[in-house]
């Protein structure tokens, strides 16, 4: 999606506001767009990208990503799964409610390599970066919450080797 007819536009309602100004701010007017180019821009790409996160918190768990390649930027939309290859997770591993709208961001450092294995699993899934890690997040806390079996005591005459499976 190229902004720049949305720049274009913003420029000519900014130069027929400065017309009844006379030359002078006609001329003001013409200064000030060039500068707030980028500005307006940006503001576009805030805006788009806040579109995107509410679309993101409708369709879960499917997502809306706004990606950014030089000036150009493009949406994508990432359906839920049609099939959950895997059983949902367990209530208290749910993704927390954000029903108050407040989501904070935070920067992750990833090596390479982990960081290719997330986008992995997520796309098998078929949901995006960030909804597979906040998930993955609540599953460990919800993990960690549980009270945790005692281990059994192995016999003194155990071998250290257990079998499971199906016997007939």
Do not use: C
């Amino acid at each position: 999606m190229d902004l720049t007819p949305f720049v274009e536009q913003l420029r000519r309602e900014l130069a027929v506001a400065a017309a009844p100004g006379g030359e002078e701010a006609q001329a003001l007017a013409e200064r000030l767009t060039a500068p707030l180019e980028s500005s307006v821009r940006l503001a576009l790409l805030s805006a788009l990208s806040a579109a995107a996160e509410e679309l993101t918190s409708q369709l879960a768990p499917g997502s809306v990503d706004v990606r950014l390649r030089g000036s150009d930027i493009s949406f994508v939309v990432t359906p839920p799964p049609a099939e959950v290859p895997h059983p949902a997770p367990a209530p208290e591993a749910a993704v927390p409610d954000a029903d108050d709208g407040s989501t904070i961001r935070i920067t992750l450092r990833l090596p390479e390599q982990l960081k290719t294995r997330v986008e992995e699993a997520a796309a098998r899934l078929g949901s995006s970066v960030n909804t597979w890690l906040v998930r993955a997040v609540a599953d460990a806390l919800a993990r960690a919450d549980r009270p945790q079996a005692a281990e059994p005591r192995r016999s003194r005459w155990s071998s250290g080797q257990s079998y499971t499976g199906w016997v007939r």
